[in-house]
């Protein structure tokens, strides 16, 4: 039986993330992707912060779009770090993934909620180390009783381009904490910076897709992307 793999659409309902096709693309409900990750808060380096109001301003009516699509199986993931955005996306569409760049730092209230409410919650390591800081993070979960709990090894967030491809390189060392594992590697910097390329290159692309399969074959089971298509295809003869 092959790897179970998982593939997360991005949808940035915000006027400056990195990768400008992404932004407002509701064509992307229509990609065959499992999950769609909606976020309302760039959190691109530079940009800049938006506040809790803002960031609802934004994603309410991308989230009243994608909940009228009614798009069979499609999970909902809400990018972002407040807890009060999350409880509102939570209000208004039921069953929800929340993806959470700081792992709960951001917020203290955001681990006792998800906590609370079963919710499915993306934890992402934002250093350099990510089996230390999983380490820390699985002891606060499990005295909070978050069980149900997804890890991300933050690629781009807190590390150099060669502390990026390190990380991809021994991805197998985070299986040891029995949790799925999201990756976002699609068009990250550490992949066209040392080609000296941009995030819109052709070669950005392939060269993202294959970062993408070592993560599969590492362990990875849940891939975020721009490119739900072409994902699928470059894991053909692994799932």
Known sequence: MGTQVSIMAILNATPDSF???SRYDMSILDSGADIIDIGACSTRPGSSPVSQTEEWIRLEPVLKAVRDRKVPGLRVSIDTFWS????KAFDLMGDIIVNDVS???ADPQMLPWVASQGIEYVAMCNDNDPAAFFDRFSLKAEALGLD???LDPGFGFGKTVEENWAVLHSLEKLNRFSRRILVG???KSMIYRPLGLGPD???TL???CR???EAVRRGASILRVHDVGAARLSLRGII
Not at 84 to 87: H, I, P, Q, R
Request: glycine share 4%; aromatic share 8%; proline share 0%.
């Open 84 to 87: 009060s955005v999350a409880k």
């Open 185 to 187: 590697l699609s068009r």
């Open 211 to 213: 970062a993408q399969i």
């Open 201 to 203: 290159d052709e070669k």
């Open 148 to 150: 149900n709990w997804i």
């Open 103 to 105: 792992a709960g730092a």
């Open 19 to 21: 990768f400008a096709r």
């Open 206 to 208: 392939r060269e993202t």
